[in-house]
């Protein structure tokens, strides 16, 4: 099997916020590699931490009462969380970036797309003006939006949701980052536009060899989109491997609970019915395995002793108890 370099590794990733109520330990030790040109998604219910994580890589904490408290994540084997904030910034829309759920909070209400466009180019690229301009326009144009030289002169507001969702896709690739994180870029979409926005992304993918870290709680399009599969719960990654061997083969019973609630087409799902129960309160953290409250196939162990990592098969891991009885420790 051909092996390609990591060009993000994020290592023993600790996220705390330290709050008036005490400290919420959203990201608990995660290891995420994610290699050159792959596509990897992270996938979980909302509160596991795939945001906290991502902002994380992101160094976008700042506002907030969060810090990276331990761990390493590195880009191209830098280490970001040890740089300075002026290197932070240049890194971020440069080797770096990242679209998120919702549009207007990437975008300037108050300045004409063309003009944030160009920007974002000539931030990163000492060319003129002009040729930025030039730049901006046909990325803008590779998104697919009609109109492209109308659309640069007009404000975010005069824009649909979808033109609105583009503009900050292209605004997110158009200094060619080497890696791409996109946050559920089109849950607020409706479906066909999703589905446009995520070919578009598949096809930049191909001709500019961005890698992509995609969060999404969609593991229909995971199973699209995706090479790799990250499947996170209260701040822990449980199980991780290649996208065929989680899906042909899920270990944890949390995977297997995301998979068999897959909406079917046209049925609109708004819970997760073949899982009991909702995510802890992470003040008030199970012992062991942060699933068992909530697993089906729990044993005594399970509620006083955490799990490691077990194979499930080469490149495929699962936090489980269960996996020890079948196979070997990583
Ligand atoms: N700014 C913040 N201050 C305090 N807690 C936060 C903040 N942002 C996120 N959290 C907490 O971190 C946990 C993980 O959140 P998040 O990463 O947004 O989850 P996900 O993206 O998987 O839905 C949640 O319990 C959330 O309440
Ligand atoms: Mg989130």
């Known amino acids: ?69 331990e761990g390493e994540i590195l880009l191209d084997g830098k280490d970001v969380v040890r740089i300075g904030e002026e290197e932070k910034r240049k890194l971020r829309g440069g080797k770096i970036s990242m679209i998120f759920q919702e549009p207007m ?116 399009v995971v199973a699209e989109t995706c090479d790799e599969v990250v499947v996170m719960y209260c701040g822990r990654v449980v199980e991780k491997g290649d996208v065929k061997s989680i899906f042909a083969n899920p270990s944890h019973p949390y995977t297997k609970g995301l998979l068999a609630s897959i909406p079917k087409l046209g049925v609109q799902a708004d819970q997760l019915e073949s899982i009991p129960g909702s ?6 953290m199970p012992k062991g395995c942060k699933f068992a409250p909530r697993c089906a196939h729990a044993f005594d162990q399970c509620s006083s002793q955490e799990p490691g990592f077990f194979v499930v098969e080469d490149g495929h891991v699962s936090r489980c108890w269960l996996c020890e009885k079948k196979g070997g420790e990583e």
């Open 1 to 69: 099997m051909e092996t390609k370099k990591n060009i993000l590794e994020i290592k023993n990733l600790h996220t705390y916020f330290y709050t008036d109520g005490g400290v919420i330990k959203s990201v608990d030790g995660v290891d995420i590699e994610l290699k050159e040109g792959a596509t990897l998604g992270i996938v979980g219910e909302s509160g596991s931490g795939k945001s906290v994580t991502a902002l994380s890589v992101m160094s976008l904490l700042m506002g907030t009462r969060g810090k990276v408290a």
């Open 105 to 220: 909070t990437s975008l300037n209400p108050v300045m004409k797309i063309g003009r944030q466009l160009t920007e974002c180019v000539l931030q990163h690229e000492n060319i003129s003006k002009e040729e930025a301009y030039k730049k901006a326009e046909d990325m803008l144009r590779m998104t697919g939006v009609p109109r492209v030289e109308r659309m640069m002169r007009e404000y975010p507001f005069q824009l649909s949701g979808g033109q609105r969702q583009r503009v900050m896709i292209a605004m997110a690739l158009v200094c060619k980052p080497e890696v791409l994180i996109a946050d559920e870029p089109t849950t607020a979409l409706d479906v066909t536009i999703q589905a446009q926005i995520l070919d578009l992304m598949n096809n930049l993918k191909k001709e500019t060899g961005t890698s992509i870290l995609f969060i999404t709680h969609d593991l229909g």
């Open 279 to 284: 995510v802890p309160n992470p003040k008030y």
